[in-house]
């Protein structure tokens, strides 16, 4: 995390449960709570007009699934952390939410206090997962478990190809860099600013598993993302 405390703002239906991790919020240091709602359509809106720097999202929502909210952030708000926060430990929903754009995925197991303490991760741009959710992901890339880390597929608005999911908007980055563009032409050409285009790079380089934009567009090419 930054210096400044991270904006961040829930998305709970169970009102013990989103009260419980809104006062855990206000009780860390390196957060500040700005709102919170109860299901998918509050919680759009909530997202769209308070713009905060971390959501923290159910995927079980009044109204529709919290991989709606996931992945509206996702293209809306590029520089907000997304982390569910779920009962749902099953491999399906783990990757479904991962490949939608959430950065961590943490179990309502203990308070809700030591649940927020897990996002401690974010200060060393970590991916805050609970320990069985580590495990599961692990698992399933070792040599002779299942197949690789496969992302589930997503709406519409991404464009799928093997193993990852990209958004609309990151593609259309990758492309450009793939043709020689510079991270300060990209802006002018899409008319975004240099810290949106940034932000966009580095989800690119989570779901591809990459650290650089050379690795990236040859990782890129080689899944027939780009030309």
């Known amino acids: 995390m930054n210096a400044a405390p991270l904006r961040t703002a829930l998305v709970e239906d169970d009102a013990a449960y989103r009260a419980a991790l809104a006062s855990a919020v206000m009780g860390a240091p390196g957060l500040d709570f700005v709102g919170a709602a109860s299901d998918l359509g509050d919680g759009l809106a909530l997202m769209r007009r308070l713009r905060p720097d971390l959501l923290l999202v159910d995927l079980q929502l009044p109204g529709g699934s919290g991989l709606t909210l996931i992945q509206a952030a996702a293209e809306e708000l590029p520089d907000c952390e997304v982390v569910v926060v779920s009962t749902l430990g099953e491999e399906d929903s783990v990757l479904a939410a991962l490949a939608a754009g959430a950065v961590g995925y943490l179990l309502k197991q203990g308070s809700a206090g030591r649940l927020v303490e ?28 299942r197949a690789s880390l496969r992302q589930a597929s997503l709406a519409p608005r991404s464009s799928s190809v093997g193993e990852v999911s990209l958004s609309d908007r990151e593609l259309e980055i990758l492309q450009l860099i793939a043709m020689g563009y510079s991270f300060e032409e990209i802006t002018r050409q ?10 966009h790079v580095k989800r690119c380089y989570r779901k591809l598993q990459v650290h650089s934009k050379l690795q990236a567009v040859n990782e890129a090419r080689r899944r027939g993302l780009v030309p």
Not at 119 to 142: F, M, N, T, Y
Not at 190 to 199: F, H, K, P
């Open 118 to 145: 897990q996002l401690e991760a974010l200060r060393e741009d970590g991916a805050p997962l609970s320990p069985v959710i580590a495990r599961k992901l692990l698992q399933r890339l070792a040599p002779g478990g």
């Open 190 to 199: 899409l008319g975004l600013t240099l810290n949106t285009v940034a932000t």
